[in-house]
């Protein structure tokens, strides 16, 4: 089942309208009313993604190019989590989101994208066998991290960065039962991780034990394995 809303023609969007700073009474007018569309987003989502096996999501850039050697190791990738019996899911985009649900797809696995409302209409991908489009960026990052196993992180730009950090944040502080978080493509990442390992974690500010939170690779397969092994350990934890 595919969900699509209608093209709006409104210059902002939802988030937007929520977020910006009104008259000092305006928001006792609309925003109590707003909590019931949050309301209603959240069953939403709880409900279509119910069913959902084991999953894994893949983030990546909007903007990579079809003939773009990250599209294929996003299509190599989703490929090879379907074959290992994880769903795929992703922001339900253009770029390594559309190779990664392609590929799950193709291989026969259960592709899901979880859209956003944006100022630029960028639809879901043609892959998507389960899709939902959010207008709330923290309703859709629920779904994220409450339906998955894993993330696995191609090269993208600030919301990829931005559901990275949330991520680990989450393992970190333990809201979330530790799940790995894997960065595929070594030349992308590895300035990244460097910092991370070097000032952060040398001027105190992370342990060890947090930068162990990470897996840097270049290798779809053993992203999986990582992946996998994370899974097992769940599971016999459970």
């Known amino acids: 089942m595919v969900l699509r809303r209608e093209h709006r023609n409104e210059p902002t969007t939802t988030d937007q309208r929520l977020l910006d700073s009104r008259g000092p009474s305006d928001w006792v007018h609309t925003d109590p009313w707003r909590v019931l569309r949050i309301q209603a987003e959240f069953v939403e989502g709880f409900g279509a993604l119910a069913e959902v096996p084991r999953a894994v999501t893949v983030f990546g850039s909007a903007r990579t190019p079809r003939d773009h050697p990250e599209y294929e190791q996003g299509m190599r990738l989703g490929a090879a989590l379907a074959d290992n019996g ?23 696995g259960f592709s899901v994208g979880l859209g956003i409302e944006l100022p630029f209409e960028q639809g879901l991908n043609d892959w998507v066998d389960l899709g939902i489009n959010f207008r709330y960026f923290f309703a859709r990052k629920t779904m994220f991290v409450k339906y998955s196993q894993a993330f696995v992180c191609l090269p993208g730009g600030f919301g990829t960065l931005d559901e990275l950090f949330e991520a680990l944040t989450l393992v970190q502080t333990k809201k979330v039962t530790k799940f790995p978080v894997v960065l595929l493509g070594r030349s992308y990442w590895q300035g990244l991780y460097d ?26 397969d053993d992203a999986v394995k990582v992946v996998h092994e994370a899974y097992r350990a769940w599971e016999d934890a459970h």
Do not use: Q, Y
């Not at 559309?98 to 590929?103: D, I, K, Q, S, V």
């Not at 991370?196 to 690779?217: M, N, R, W, Y």
């Open 86 to 108: 994880f769903a795929v899911i992703t922001g339900g985009g253009p770029g390594v989101m559309e190779a990664a649900n392609r590929g799950c797809n193709e291989a026969g």
């Open 195 to 220: 910092w991370i390992a070097g000032p952060v974690l040398e001027s105190g500010k992370i342990g060890e034990k947090d930068l162990a939170l990470l897996h840097i690779t270049d290798d779809v």
